[in-house]
T-cell receptor
Framework: AQSVSQHNHHVILSEAASLELGCNYS??????LFWYVQYPGQHLQLLLK??????LVKGIKGFEAEFIKSKFSFNLRKPSVQWSDTAEYFC??????????FGGGTRLMVKP | KAGVTQTPRYLIKTRGQQVTLSCSPI?????VSWYQQTPGQGLQFLFE???????NKGNFPGRFSGRQFSNSRSEMNVSTLELGDSALYLC???????????????FGPGTRLTVL
């Protein structure tokens, strides 16, 4: 069965620090990859997605992610975090049967 | 454009009871998926409905069931509730069955179910 791993469960950063959240998946075929964010008290919302083409994907709010097929990874990055980025971040993969499989999530706390 | 709505937002039930949760997708969306979110297991896929037919089902017992109506609204039902069913149940809708560059799943606020 497909699995998605997010190795960092909790991350604490100061404002202006750079962020990188890891995501690895297990499926060897063609995948669609997503990062979702859940701000406190809000709905899950899509940050960015990868389907094909340029492996460096840019999303909303200054986030980007890089798909490295050889490493089965789709890491999320942001050069300079803000207090408002405090949230839980989920990596998800859509393959092979169209079910979204989510990673366990990473709770990010940004200290002002 | 209204987002995905879920009712009720909060529910408290006791073991052995059954519960029905409702999801109204974004207007025009035909695919509805359900997820269970718990602190221990994270987000897990329950099932997907498209055109009133269940297309995919996650690894959950038969106590979990659902349906979709002709207007794309969906309900999920959990019978014989157990303590472990306490969770946030999320509904997501999309235009079609497969995500694409132009289409994505939009999530509702969830229904928080507490089983005592």
């Amino acid at each position: 069965a497909q699995s998605v791993s997010q190795h960092n469960h909790h991350v604490i950063l100061s404002e202006a620090a750079s962020l990188e959240l890891g995501c690895n998946y297990s499926y060897g075929g063609t995948v669609n990859l997503f990062w979702y964010v859940q701000y406190p008290g809000q709905h899950l919302q899509l940050l960015l997605k990868y389907f094909s083409g340029d492996p460096l994907v840019k999303g909303i709010k200054g986030f980007e992610a890089e798909f490295i097929k050889s490493k089965f990874s789709f890491n999320l990055r942001k050069p300079s975090v803000q207090w408002s980025d405090t949230a839980e971040y989920f990596c998800a993969v859509n393959a092979p049967d169209n079910m979204l499989t989510f990673g366990g999530g990473t709770r990010l706390m940004v200290k002002p | 454009k209204a987002g995905v709505t879920q009712t009720p937002r909060y529910l408290i039930k006791t073991r052995g009871q059954q519960v029905t949760l409702s999801c109204s997708p974004i207007s025009g969306h035909r695919s509805v998926s359900w997820y269970q979110q718990t602190p221990g297991q994270g987000l897990q896929f329950l099932f997907e409905y498209f055109s009133e037919t269940q297309r995919n089902k996650g690894n959950f017992p038969g106590r979990f069931s659902g349906r979709q109506f002709s207007n794309s609204r969906s309900e999920m039902n959990v019978s014989t509730l157990e303590l472990g069913d306490s969770a946030l149940y999320l509904c997501a809708s999309s235009l079609g069955r497969r995500p694409s560059v132009e289409d994505e799943q939009f999530f509702g606020p969830g229904t928080r179910l507490t089983v005592l």
